[in-house]
């Protein structure tokens, strides 16, 4: 959604633009770039205007990153969906540890924000008895054993849907998600802090 109109001056230049949110101005460095119209970008340089290309703009992106400055009401924010994100994660895993009493959580209980599904999420583990069926032996009938159960999730806490599991029985792997796999997936889906 459009801004305010924005007027820059220098070099006796006039341009009137319009700073589109998320995509209109990016900083790169010491410069900033403000998009106007298709092709054209204009770069403000120690109070210099240039106006470049996508070529140019391109290898700019690509050589140093272009971030856009958050703002002061963005960062509020984003700080105040994280302490919700927080609160309500408690709150979820709380109902767990109750409901799932004979395992022991995890101290240290990761909650965020995910930009990208638009959610919070819990990265939590818990470690409790199982059981798992033991290998027969020359075909015999299988007989069902006690095991320590260790396992690692991401919760989306307001669908109460787990994304992805990463479960140990007495140290080894079960299932396809591996300890990698689960750490690839976990940053994938947290916002950097």
Known sequence: MPSEPVR???????????VIERCGACKIGDMVC?????PLVIIIMNMRIALCGPAILFALITS?????PASKGEDSQLLALKSKCRE????????????????TFSDEPEYGYSSALKT???IGEYQGP??????????????????????????????NKTLIECTQHNG????????????????ELLDPR
């Open 64 to 68: 140093g990153g272009c971030e856009r």
């Open 120 to 122: 919070c999420l819990w």
């Open 8 to 18: 820059i001056d220098a070099l006796g230049t006039n341009i009137k633009t319009t």
């Open 130 to 159: 199982g059981a798992d069926w033991e290998p027969a032996a020359d075909g015999g009938k299988k007989r069902l054993i006690p095991v320590q159960t260790h396992v690692k999730f991401i919760l989306d806490i307001y669908s």
């Open 88 to 103: 309500d994660g408690q709150k979820v895993r709380a109902e767990w540890m109750r409901t799932y009493f004979q395992d």
């Open 34 to 38: 403000l998009f106007v119209q298709r």
């Open 172 to 187: 080894k792997q079960i299932g396809e998600v591996s300890e990698a796999d689960f750490k690839r997936r976990k940053a």
